[in-house]
């Protein structure tokens, strides 16, 4: 029997091996169906993935970028001798706008464009523990304090310098990664708060975020011109501003907040009276704009192009976050005040007791208008303020200290003890010339150091403090250095340090005050 070969392709084959096909079951026909309906919202589903993936890598290269754009200072420049961090919820940041010409500045400012600038203008943040209150104190720039050794770029350490104007605390570390922390040193050695977290905002950046929020409101008393601006100006020139209501960006919003001369008095002084309005009437543009991290990123891409922060805010989520924590905060419960001050020649001298109580009330979480922001209950406040008045003692008899002016350290730990010390002298008629933290906050016994020929000054002075020494001491003038027996010593107590000064209180500006109240001095 003969073969015959199938020369058709396997596939062929098989193909005509398969049988008859048939109609799907009604069983496939509906699951069939069911993926067909399931697919838009597959798709739907797909595409949401696909946006929240894209969006997501997005949000991540804006947030590198802006992380890219932030400079932060050297962090090994702080004082290894700062104050305690403290145990509430709330914190201090210390805003600084530098005069820098460098970066491309000196277009906006004038100058010479390698000048590294000092603090034109500064003030502490002091977020209150509930979250709820802030208060912004101003430093004036012309203040005289003790500014504490500040490193250099060869990596030694400047010996400290008393009597100095605050605003030359910026160019001491000489560059402008070392320059923040000097200040930020000194702010901390002045109020005995740890301050911890630090913003410098130069020409560049303070314009362009007035430029992002779509401008400013101000209020300006009267006409102002060129003249005003630059006093060097031989004649008037052309109108800058006009008296009354407006709104300021860019290099006109720069204009406003450096503005000192042909408004009231024409001093430094009047002028922060101008820019706490001006920050006020910023905050309260971007609250309204939307405190949201979608509202804040415009802001922050425009700022950290020329911003300066410490380490722990070196990120764009960090910086973020920090500004949101900030939302419930409303602004008739964030207050602008300014150091207790008076003039001292051409200079600004630090009103004592009354500046130590400002930094006391702080540290107490005492809002301007007294009331208790620690979040703390009140058996706990109670608790608080018993332990306040027992290390607060003073002179039962009276001593007469009419003629006689001391400067106050605090030795210990105690925080508010130079504050209650100060009041005491002040009350026995001594001239307090300042209050600050001893160089360590171990002495035991509370020590008179006192310069030559000071020795019957200092004994006046030892009348107050049952148990302290005598020790001469280099330098001019009488010196108190408070140790742990004042602290526990058991007298009566001063008057309470943790409420805010009326020298203090009674100048104080709501965020939401009226824009044209309160401009300037004389």
Known sequence: MTTTHDRTSPSRRRRRADPPRRGKSPRRRAATARRRRRSPLRITLLTALAVTVLGTAGLGWIYLKLSGNIDTFDGDGLSKNRPEAGSSKGGNVLVIGSDARTDGNSALGGGSKDDVGRSDTAFLLHIHADRKHATAVSIPRDTLLTIPPCKLPDGTWTTTRTNAMFNSAFSVGQTAKGNPACTQNTVEKLTGLRVDHTVVVDFKGFAALTDVVGGVDVCLPGDVHEKDLNPHRTTQGRLLFKKGEQTVAGQQALDYVRLRHGIGDGSDIGRIKRQQAFVASLIGKIKSNGLTPAKLLPLADAATKSMTVDPGLGTAD?????????????????????????????????????????????????????????????????????????????????????????????????????????????????????????????????????????????????????????????????????????????????????????????????????????????
């Not at 001391?406 to 001239?431: D, R």
């Not at 160089?439 to 009348?463: F, M």
């Open 318 to 522: 960090k910086l973020i976050s920090f500004a949101m924590s900030l939302k419930d905060i409303d602004l008739h419960s964030t207050k602008f005040v300014t150091i207790p001050w008076r003039y001292e020649g051409s200079r600004v001298a630090i009103v004592e007791p009354d500046a130590e109580r400002l930094w006391a009330a702080l540290r107490a979480d005492r809002t301007v208008d007294g009331t208790d922001a620690s979040g703390r209950s009140t058996a706990q406040g109670s608790a608080s303020a018993a332990a306040s008045a027992s290390a607060s003692p003073k002179a039962e008899e009276r001593v007469s200290g009419d003629g006689i002016e001391v400067a106050v350290y605090n030795g210990t730990t105690v925080p508010g003890l130079a504050s209650n010390a100060a009041a005491t002298l002040t009350e026995h008629g001594f001239t307090v010339t300042g209050t600050a933290n001893a160089n360590s906050q171990d002495h035991a016994t509370t020590v008179i150091e006192y310069g030559a020929g000071l020795e019957t000054q200092a004994r006046t002075v030892a009348a107050v403090f049952s148990g302290a020494q005598l020790r001469p001491a280099g330098g001019s003038g009488v010196r108190v250095v408070l140790g742990a027996s004042y602290a526990t010593s058991g007298s009566s107590a001063a008057p309470e340090p943790s409420t805010v000064p009326s020298s203090v209180a009674d100048g104080a500006r709501s965020a939401d005050d009226d824009l044209c109240s309160d401009l300037s001095y004389g």
